[in-house]
């Protein structure tokens, strides 16, 4: 049961590259988020789907976009990456009334 | 706005000892407070839920309590051990644009000494 698979696991962009995070579940849960995690902020939510066919923006949406593929994938594109996005990025998924799963997250380093 | 505070400073403790997390919370009244454990390169786990109606859930070595009046959750691990070490994230749902979010503390660092 692999739970949430987050890919890559790690990258390196330079300033004003860009790059799409995936995320994948096999639990069949409705709701799926991204979240950047920065030492002493801790996890900060950058959007989230409710459920499939519908995205919202979350705390710090600003530079990201995302696409809800369908109800296993949520990914997350950064159009021009900064050094601010420089952070560890984690998916998340859960069903009604249940807890979040998280991958293993994303370590992404703009140079 | 919402806030959830979690002390910033690591706990030290002794193998063995009870070590005790604090989340308080402010400006919400929410339904229920999860914990998640977060070990270094790994995402967050997690650990137990606690409802508004519920004042104390256990689970194994794990304590949780919820007072809604003092806006606070304490989570207590008995008899801890140096594996307990981690980072301790408390998160409740905060209802926004018609669906609940979770929402995160800082989280806590805690250390067990052998």
């Known amino acids: 049961n692999a739970g949430v698979t987050q890919t890559p696991k790690f990258q390196v962009l330079k300033t004003g590259q860009s790059m799409t995070l995936q995320c994948a579940q096999d639990?069949?849960?409705?709701?799926m988020y991204w979240y950047r995690q920065d030492p002493g902020m801790g996890l900060r939510l950058i959007y989230y789907?409710?459920?499939?066919?519908?995205?919202d923006k979350g705390e710090v949406p600003n530079g990201y976009n995302v696409s809800r593929l369908n109800k296993r994938e949520f990914s997350l594109r950064l159009e021009s990456a900064a050094p601010s996005q420089t952070s560890v990025y984690f998916c998340?998924?859960?069903?009604?009334?249940?807890?979040?799963?998280f991958g293993n997250g994303t370590r992404l380093t703009v140079t | 706005s919402q806030k959830i505070e979690q002390n910033s400073e690591a706990l030290n403790i002794q193998e063995g000892k009870t070590a005790t997390l604090t989340c308080n919370y402010t400006n919400y009244s929410p339904a229920y407070l999860q914990w998640y454990r977060q070990d270094p390169g790994r995402g967050p786990v997690f650990l137990l839920l606690i409802r508004e109606n519920e004042k104390e859930k256990r689970k194994e070595r794990l304590k949780v309590t919820f007072d809604t009046t003092l806006k606070q959750s304490l989570f207590h691990i008995t008899a801890s051990q140096p594996a307990d070490s981690a980072t301790y994230l408390c998160a409740l749902d905060i209802f926004s644009g018609g669906s609940y979010i979770p929402t995160f503390g800082r989280g806590t660092s805690l250390i067990v000494h052998p």
């Open positions: 789907s409710a459920s499939e066919g519908t995205t």
């Open positions: 998340a998924s859960r069903g009604l009334s249940s807890p979040l799963h």
């Open positions: 639990m069949n849960h409705n709701s």
